[in-house]
């Protein structure tokens, strides 16, 4: 038994951000060439702006991909979006910290949000706020 298509538009997940996949190792021609693929992803819309980048197979971390994950924070931010990294490395993570750069990463709550199960302790003598 087969039936059609139900009339309308598909059915697309609006809260699934779409995600850029970067592979190793890098050269320099090849930075423009993502940046690209990336403002093609910002510009079709989708979940707040976002685009996730899938760090994992960029191989061991160097000023290259330093180089490239910055250009992309650009890119992003010119383009009204911001860009969350999926998958870093710690060494990554540390490379990033050492000249500066902060990014999002997937699972990890936002700085304005305490992580969950976190209960505050309530003193006897506190007044209530």
């Known amino acids: 038994m087969s039936y059609g298509r139900p009339p309308g538009l598909p059915l697309v997940d609006a809260m699934t951000p779409p995600v850029l996949v970067l592979c190793g190792p890098l050269t320099p021609g090849e930075v423009s060439g993502r940046c690209e693929a990336l403002r ?3 510009d079709g819309g989708g979940s707040g ?3 996730v980048c899938d760090v994992a197979g960029l191989g061991p971390p160097g000023l ?3 180089n490239l994950l910055a250009r992309l924070q650009l890119t992003a931010r010119r383009a009204g979006g911001r860009i969350r990294l999926r998958d870093p490395s710690p060494a990554l993570c540390a ?3 050492l000249v500066g750069l902060r ?3 997937e699972g990890q709550p ?3 949000e ?3 199960r976190v209960q505050e302790a309530v003193e006897p003598g506190d007044p209530a706020v």
Do not use: K, N, S, W
Request: glycine share 0%; proline share 10%; hydrophobic share 55%.
């Open 114 to 116: 305490p992580p969950l």
């Open 103 to 105: 990014f999002e990463t």
């Open 40 to 42: 093609a992803l910002l």
């Open 110 to 112: 936002e700085q304005r």
């Open 95 to 97: 490379l990033l910290d």
């Open 49 to 51: 702006r976002v685009v």
């Open 64 to 66: 290259a991909a330093v």
